[in-house]
């Protein structure tokens, strides 16, 4: 399974994919990391780890539109089985969409649908619920709403701050990511409305 790695931080749960790729079992392989601003530590990790990487800046085109586009085909140049992003903040546009439409999964540091959007550990807080984690899904157009494919909870704690739960849900969102990862890669999967069918297409 040909994987492309979409980041625009420190890459962490990109580092955890690529330990986990080491093993030949394991069935996935990061064929390219791409980036969305440079000098991301994503990057510089697929940069080390022997990796193609590419960036892609909205800036560096004349609009929205164009840089879907230019996005759209850097990913296609790798032909990938599927797309992850990995603490990617973009929202991809309807070209990318339409292209990876299925294959195209984002993790994201809350338990949707409670708390979409950048903040999830902070409002998860502000909010006061007891339990905040990990959701795993496909993308579609609206921001964290696609298909759920796995979702994992960790405890918010009284004396919790915004980063020691922040830290608390990485752990658990790389453990995640590389199960389920690995999980589609060596079984398949195809989306059922709203379903995620992993298995045998
Ligand atoms: C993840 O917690 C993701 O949910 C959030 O940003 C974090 C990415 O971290 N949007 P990293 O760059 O993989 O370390």
Known sequence: ?????????????????LTACADPAYGAEVVAVGA????????????EAGVPTFVERVGAHPDRAAWDAALTAAVAAHAPDLVVSAGFLKLCGPAFLERFAGRYVNTHNSLLPAFPGIHGPRDALDHGVKLAGATLFFVDAGTDTGPILAQVAVPVLDDDTEASLTERIKV????QLVEQVGRLAREGWRLEDRRVVVGPR
């Open 36 to 47: 969305d601003r440079e000098g991301t530590g994503g990057v510089a990790l697929a940069q």
């Open 1 to 17: 399974c040909r994987v492309v790695v979409l980041v625009s931080g420190g890459g962490s749960n990109l580092a955890a994919l």
């Open 172 to 175: 658990a969102e790389r453990a």
